[in-house]
């Protein structure tokens, strides 16, 4: 399936630069995240700046199903009040999460460690995701479950009335994994442990102390980050300040910083280092990215991000970058294909099992533009055409928010329109993406 039921293709048409402030919607991981810890919190959390994508407000109704009280307070505004640790209830009905794999592996974090049944869906591309990296490790602390082949949804999960504490070092880098095994944790008797070889983004483990909760984080040399958590958990419901999602506003960056004469400033851009890669890569292709008004809101760095455009660079991102920019690799195949030589993206085989296959989703997209690129297994190579790619593709975007968003800008930076099937699931992360990028310059509208 490469588009929704009801398809809004759109078209991006060249321009000269954009200029203009903009603010980035809220961080998608951390607005999930505060959800959950408010609904197994005690008493009342107040979340500010929340994503209202589809993907949090999936999110939001599993955490009402499931006995907490969600309540949209204004604009980003929202109140939990939360059922404390292990006191949540079963659900009456399926929990469809929609694209969400944040959502339905942190959820079933969370459910295996209640003794009910529970049985979770989404979307056709959340459908096709495997489930067997948190599968493995929750049935090791006792939950139950019962999928569809190859561990995908539809799935039910039984928690385990009292779940094992384990030590369970992560076979891929991945944040998901990660949270699951310490929300499960949590409610476990003693400490549950999770080895990971690579730093993925710390927000579980940031929000969890900030609730209250006890973790203790290792920086092993040689196995890697130790991340524990003590069981028995309980968490106080708090305030949440989400900061603007340094992963979308990777979108704005590269449409300025790839295109001479523009200028722009994201304002309140969460800029903690374990997401900062495509930052830290763009500065090495040559890209002016400044950090302005640099200060800490709700426990986690944020700054105005200035961007002036010019001509970038082809690089080698080094594979152990890979964890701080997972899902920025679409958006810098755009980049690299405005800049100068190759740029090598290796160690990326995570991208195949994101809401599209992404290396595939990106080499077909940009062989569609007139832009050379090489796929392996586990890299992507781009062969930049040194300023303006020709472009005048439709590209399918595969219910994949990151590709739909990621051609949009090159249809801006290229000689030619590039066209999308559908601009719809843009909305799971990044509702007011298209007026956004109009109100920089952009000239994206609906075509037939
Ligand atoms: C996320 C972790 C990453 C990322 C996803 C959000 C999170 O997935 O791709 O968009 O909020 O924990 P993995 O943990 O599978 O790498």
């Known amino acids: 399936m490469s588009a929704s039921a009801t398809a809004r293709p759109h078209l991006s048409a060249p321009i000269d630069a954009i200029q203009g402030t903009a603010r980035a919607p809220g961080d998608k991981s951390m607005s999930h995240r505060a959800l959950i810890l408010g609904a197994l919190a005690i008493g009342e959390t107040n979340v500010s700046g929340l994503l209202e994508g589809d993907d949090v407000l999936r999110t939001a109704a599993a955490m009402r199903a499931l006995g907490a009280e969600v309540e949209r307070t204004g604009e980003g505004r929202w109140k939990v009040l939360g059922r404390g640790v292990g006191g949540l209830s079963e659900p009456s009905d399926v929990i469809d999460l929609g694209n969400s794999g944040t959502g339905a592996r942190l959820i079933a974090g969370v459910l295996a460690g209640h003794p009910f049944t529970t049985f979770i869906t989404g979307d056709a591309s959340l459908r096709r995701r495997p489930m067997a990296r948190v599968r493995v490790p929750l049935e090791r602390m006792g939950a139950k479950f019962l999928s569809r082949a190859g561990d995908r949804l539809p799935m039910a999960i039984t928690g385990a009335a009292r779940p094992l504490p384990i030590e369970y070092t992560l076979p891929v ?76 506003a990777a979108f704005l960056v590269v449409a300025a910083a790839a295109r001479p004469g523009s200028d722009i400033r994201v304002e309140g851009v969460g800029i903690n280092p374990l997401r900062t890669g495509l930052y830290t890569t763009l500065r090495e292709m040559g890209a002016e990215i400044v950090y302005q008004n640099e200060r800490l809101e709700g426990g986690e760095p944020v700054a105005d991000l200035r961007v002036r455009g010019g001509r970038l660079r082809g690089v080698a991102v080094p594979p152990e970058r890979a964890p701080s920019m997972i899902d920025e690799y679409p958006i810098l195949a755009i980049a690299a294909a405005c800049a100068s030589g190759e740029t090598v993206m290796q160690g990326v085989h995570e991208l195949r099992v994101k809401e599209s296959d992404r290396l595939a989703a990106v080499a077909a997209g940009l062989a569609l533009n007139g832009i050379g690129c090489r796929e392996t297994p ?55 993406f298209v007026e956004l990028m109009n109100g920089l310059g952009a000239k994206i509208g609906a075509v037939a």
């Open 173 to 248: 880098a991945s944040a998901q994994v990660k949270s699951a095994v310490l929300l499960c944790g949590l409610m476990a008797p003693g400490e549950t442990t999770a080895i990971e070889p690579e730093p993925t983004r710390d927000h579980t483990e940031n929000m969890l102390r900030h609730f209250g909760g006890v973790v203790t984080v290792k920086d092993g040399r040689t196995s890697g980050r130790i991340v524990t958590v003590k069981g028995d958990a309980e968490l106080i419901g708090r305030d949440v300040a989400v900061p603007g999602d340094p992963s979308s």
């Open 378 to 432: 586990d890299s992507l190579t781009v062969i930049g055409c040194n300023g303006r790619p020709p472009g005048g593709g439709r590209v399918a975007t595969h219910l994949d928010h990151r590709i739909a968003m990621s051609f949009l800008v090159l249809g801006a930076l290229a000689e030619k329109g590039v066209a999308i099937d559908d601009v719809g699931m843009i909305d799971t992360s990044f509702p007011g």
